[in-house]
T-cell receptor, first 113, second 109 residues
Framework: NAGVTQTPKFQVLKTGQSMTLQCAQD?????MSWYRQDPGMGLRLIHY???????DQGEVPNGYNVSRSTTEDFPLRLLSAAPSQTSVYFC????????????FGPGTRLLVL | RKEVEQDPGPFNVPEGATVAFNCTYS??????FFWYRQDCRKEPKLLMS???SGNEDGSFTAQLNRASQYISLLIRDSKLSDSATYLC??????????FGKGTRLHILP
């Protein structure tokens, strides 16, 4: 199993550009989520999904879109990048239910100029 | 009040010492509790789940206090390799998990 994979590892964008951060998992996990991590702010939940076709907003959803057309993939779209979106983005997946471990991908480091 | 709060530290403790962190949560209906470890520039990894009766894993002990709405992590006989950021995570319901900001721990030789 590859676990949770994220691409790209690093990305530099100009303000106003759009891009998609890819996340895939091969563990047949129903639950997937996106977090951003900024210095001193910890992990903040952007969007999450409890299964294919179902998504919901987290703590900081503005400026991001998600979709979940398959169990395996959960892409995060930045429609018009802003410098405030400079961050490290982590995707995570787990089985739903109490006590289930979240498995994180290696992260995408994004710089918006 | 934030959903999950932690003291950011840093905690600087000598090798071999015992150190403890707390993490408070605001939603009394929270069901699941976890401690994650994150090394610099790496992804978080599960250290241990926290059960109502408390649980141990080697030199790590986790406790849950539902009445006061906090979880704790105790590290005994700390090692240099225990230096990391420790994140608590709380699931207010089955479909999302909220993390604290993390507590930085430095074990000093």
């Amino acid at each position: 199993n590859a676990g949770v994979t994220q691409t790209p590892k690093f990305q530099v964008l100009k303000t106003g550009q759009s891009m998609t951060l890819q996340c895939a998992q091969d563990m047949n996990h129903e639950y997937m989520s996106w977090y951003r991590q900024d210095p001193g702010m910890g992990l903040r939940l952007i969007h999450y999904s409890v299964g294919a076709g179902i998504t919901d907003q987290g703590e900081v959803p503005n400026g991001y879109n998600v979709s979940r057309s398959t169990t395996e993939d959960f892409p995060l779209r930045l429609l018009s990048a802003a410098p405030s979106q400079t961050s490290v983005y982590f995707c995570a997946s787990s089985y739903p239910g109490e006590g289930e471990t979240q498995y994180f991908g290696p992260g995408t480091r994004l710089l918006v100029l | 009040r934030k959903e999950v709060e932690q003291d950011p530290g840093p905690f600087n403790v000598p090798e071999g010492a015992t150190v403890a962190f707390n993490c408070t949560y605001s939603n009394s209906a929270s069901q699941s509790f976890f401690w994650y470890r994150q090394d610099c520039r790496k992804e978080p990894k599960l250290l241990m789940s926290v059960y109502s009766s408390g649980n141990e894993d080697g030199s790590f002990t986790a406790q849950l206090n539902r009445a006061s709405q906090y979880i704790s992590l105790l590290i005994r006989d700390s090692k240099l390799s225990d230096s990391a950021t420790y994140l608590c995570a709380v699931s207010p319901r089955d479909d999302k998990i909220i993390f604290g900001k993390g507590t930085r721990l430095h074990i000093l030789p």
